[in-house]
């Protein structure tokens, strides 16, 4: 999914100019990173904030339309109101095409009502970790990573080095961080009890 921001170069600095800028509707924000320097922008308040409501839009390389000209980036810092439904501030990571990068990725449930541990035994399923950090090139980054549960039973867990990575993309996990469970399926309390009376 190709998610576009559209951004002004902004000159005024300091906490009285961003307070103006807000009660105007605009949000403050920074580009860093890359071989550019860091440039101070302002986005229309109505537009990011709907477009940080997407999951996508935390997980994807966007491209920043600055004045016209566009660059991939990464979303890396939100900054929003301790009550009210205002974003305060965003900070925005340039990605060279050709560098790997670090970053977070959602996961997605499946088929947790078909697994056995679920259909057979009366289970619930446990999401330990909902999003597994990765490095991979901006171009193979997934929006997401699936992790099918049609397999487990009850007192079993899935780990991340079990997950079908997308081509390109590896894990940012070593040694025992490999083996943490991301879901499991604990078996109904009565079930439990009669285990342990054994």
Same mark, same amino acid.
């Given at each position: 999914?190709?998610? =576009? ?13 961003s ?8 949000? *403050? $924000? ?6 550019s @320097? ?15 409501r997407? =999951? ?7 491209? /920043?339309n600055? @004045?016209?000209?566009?660059? *991939?980036?990464?979303?890396r @810092?939100?900054?929003?109101? $301790? ?7 965003v900070d925005f990571?340039?990605? &060279? ?9 959602? /996961? ?7 697994? *056995?541990?679920v259909?057979?035994?009366?289970g619930?399923?446990?999401h ?9 090139? &901006?171009? @193979? !980054?997934?929006?997401?990573i699936?992790v099918? !549960?049609?397999d487990? $039973?009850a ?6 080095n079990? /997950?079908?990575? &997308?081509?390109g ?8 961080a490999?083996?943490?469970?991301? $879901? ?7 079930g439990? =009890?009669e285990?342990?009376? =054994?």
């Amino acid at each position: 999914m190709k998610i =576009e921001v559209i951004a002004k170069k902004r000159d005024v600095q300091g906490k009285g100019a961003s307070r103006r800028l807000r009660h105007a509707g605009v949000v *403050p $924000a920074v580009v860093y990173g890359g071989k550019s @320097d860091a440039v101070s922008i302002e986005l229309d308040h109505n537009s990011i904030y709907h477009q940080l409501r997407m =999951e996508a839009f935390h997980s994807s390389v966007l491209t /920043l339309n600055l @004045d016209g000209k566009k660059e *991939p980036v990464l979303l890396r @810092d939100v900054q929003m109101h $301790a009550y009210k439904q205002i974003v305060l501030h965003v900070d925005f990571q340039r990605v &060279p095409a050709d560098q790997k990068l670090h970053t977070k990725v959602p /996961l997605h449930f499946v088929n947790g009502d078909v697994a *056995p541990g679920v259909k057979l035994t009366g289970g619930k399923v446990s999401h330990i970790m909902t999003e597994v950090d990765v490095a991979c090139l &901006p171009k @193979d !980054l997934p929006e997401f990573i699936e992790v099918d !549960l049609k397999d487990l $039973a009850a007192g079993h867990s899935i780990h991340l080095n079990e /997950l079908k990575l &997308p081509k390109g993309v590896e894990l940012v996990a070593h040694g025992k961080a490999a083996e943490q469970a991301v $879901a499991s399926i604990s078996a109904p309390k009565g079930g439990a =009890e009669e285990a342990a009376a =054994e």
